[in-house]
Nanobody, 117 residues
């Protein structure tokens, strides 16, 4: 069973930066995909960024140019560097990981990001 734990969330002013971390219980060197979703109160879950098994990064239009997803296989950790944060980025951010075995992705518990104006 894969366990994911997010960290790095917090309160930041508009224009500031945060780096989220997602630590996995096992190796992330071999996976189908890994990435981040976010969900604001009363809103639908929104895909933010992801990495394919080949290391190709993709981003939602709303964060492209501001967020960067990366991974450190040695630390079994995925990161989301968030720059130029805006109040619209306020949400709970969830890490996910897809394997080639499980039919559904694994999810972290989430970390709160709050951007004040």
């Amino acid at each position: 069973q894969v366990q994911l734990v997010e960290s790095g969330g917090g309160l930041v002013q508009a224009g500031g930066s945060l780096r989220l971390s997602c630590a996995a219980s096992g190796s992330i060197a071999s996976m189908r995909a890994v990435g981040w979703y976010r969900q604001a109160p009363g809103k639908q879950r929104e895909w933010v960024a992801g990495l394919t098994s080949g290391g190709l990064a993709n981003y939602a239009d709303s964060v492209k140019g501001r967020f960067t997803i990366s991974r450190d296989n040695a630390k079994n950790t995925v990161y989301l560097q968030m720059n130029s944060l805006q109040p619209e980025d306020t949400a709970v951010y969830y890490c996910y990981l897809r394997t080639f075995v499980a039919p559904a992705p694994y999810w972290g518990r989430g970390t709160q990001v709050t951007v004040s104006s």
